[in-house]
């Protein structure tokens, strides 16, 4: 398993752009599909974005679609979920999310497909 550790959350107003970075340890994180997800207060954790263990393809949530891009730099061991156009409903805890895939093309989406999660980072939008 590889240790996830989120930053670059914050407060930012509706109309912003937050970039969040994910860290992973690990000698094989080019082995692992890697994703984002979000909890709000009161809410189930919901699938936002993932992308393959290469970065050459990702999957989104039809309402981030276009709003938000996940990336991937596998000499950092870092994956990153750039935000514009922020809403107050994308208020709420973003998680990082890896599954080993090895070179497999699948891309992840749902939360039980995720072996490995990082603690969250908070992202408040303001209106």
């Known amino acids: 398993q590889v240790q996830l550790v989120e930053s670059g959350g914050g407060l930012v107003q509706a109309g912003g752009s937050l970039r969040l970075s994910c860290a992973a340890s690990?000698?094989?994180?080019?082995?692992?599909?890697m994703g984002w997800f979000r909890q709000a207060p009161g809410k189930e954790r919901e699938f936002v974005a993932a992308?393959?263990?290469?970065?050459?393809?990702?999957s989104y949530a039809d309402s981030r679609k276009g709003r938000f891009t996940i990336s991937r730099d596998n000499a950092k061991n870092t994956i990153y979920l750039q935000m514009n156009s922020l809403k107050p409903e994308d208020t709420a805890v973003y998680y990082c999310?890896?599954?080993?895939?090895?070179?497999?093309?699948?891309?992840?989406?749902?939360?039980?497909?995720?072996?490995?999660w990082g603690q969250g980072t908070q992202v408040t939008v303001s209106s």
């Open positions: 690990g000698r094989t994180f080019s082995s692992y599909a």
């Open positions: 992308i393959s263990w290469s970065g050459g393809s990702a």
């Open positions: 999310a890896a599954q080993e895939v090895g070179r497999s093309w699948y891309v992840p989406v749902r939360t039980a497909d995720f072996g490995s």
